[in-house]
């Protein structure tokens, strides 16, 4: 993933992508032929998707806790099948 790509459309990565992507940038980073300044380009993309994914994160608990809250949900029936 390029910096143009990641720019563009950053809200509809999603939370799985975003966390193959920071696997791709541990593993790149850890590779011994790695130049300070990629080193450092790396570690800037991959600070920007942890926030990314903690802003979702917390967006879906606070859904799950109203959803809890008003008393939308419903038991699921399960067959035994």
């Given at each position: 993933?390029?910096?143009?790509?990641?720019?563009?459309?950053?809200?509809?990565?999603?939370l799985?992508?975003?966390?193959?992507?920071l696997?791709?940038?541990?593993?790149?980073?850890?590779?011994?032929?790695?130049?300070?300044?990629?080193?450092?380009?790396?570690?800037?993309?991959?600070?920007?998707?942890?926030?990314?994914?903690?802003?979702?994160?917390?967006?879906?608990?606070?859904?799950?806790?109203?959803?809890?809250?008003?008393?939308?949900?419903?038991?699921?029936?399960?067959?035994?099948?």
């Open positions: 993933m390029t910096d143009a790509t990641s720019d563009q459309g950053a809200s509809e990565v999603t799985e992508g975003r966390l193959a992507r696997e791709e940038i541990l593993a790149r980073m850890e590779a011994e032929d790695v130049a300070l300044e990629e080193a450092l380009k790396l570690f800037e993309e991959g600070v920007s998707h942890v926030r990314q994914a903690e802003r979702v994160l917390s967006e879906t608990e606070l859904r799950v806790e109203e959803l809890l809250a008003s008393g939308e949900t419903k038991p699921m029936d399960i067959d035994d099948a």
